[in-house]
């Protein structure tokens, strides 16, 4: 068995609709399709889906940042600084909050948190030359100014 690619993500959240707003309206995601009023489905265009929502309810726990799960999901948004740059100014004028910016080597990066805390990367890729090849520039960590 050899797994070919990553076909897609659920997130569980408390609100659907708060949810769709976020990932619609702030990330620019687009929506393709509901089921049973309780899942939200989203396309970047070439998979049926590749982000699902599962609404739980308003009394579902808030994630905590020490147990065990999911870490992040991390969605490219271009292949600038200029890209990321213009994410950044998107996000500030919707009110959204970065938790963090950093600069992998390989990526650069946006850290935020959805409305139900689950925690969201948004990157853009280094030119490939820079790290094909070089095992040590999979994964470093440094500040990130923009």
Known sequence: M???SLGHVVL?????E???TFYRDVLGMKEV?????AMAFFSFGSNHHDL???QLGDRAALPDPYSL???HVAFKVGDTLDELRECKTHLEQHGVQLIGMSDHGVSQSLYLADPDGNEI?????????????RVDQVMTTKPLRL
Do not use: C, N
Not at 12 to 16: A, G, I
Not at 33 to 37: K, S, V
């Open 33 to 37: 399709m509901r089921y049973r009023g």
């Open 12 to 16: 569980k959240v408390r609100d659907l």
């Open 121 to 133: 990367e948004l990157f853009v890729d280094a030119d490939p030359a820079s790290w094909r090849g």
């Open 52 to 54: 699902g929502l599962l």
């Open 69 to 71: 799960g999911l870490y």
């Open 2 to 4: 050899q797994i070919q």
């Open 18 to 20: 708060r949810s769709v």
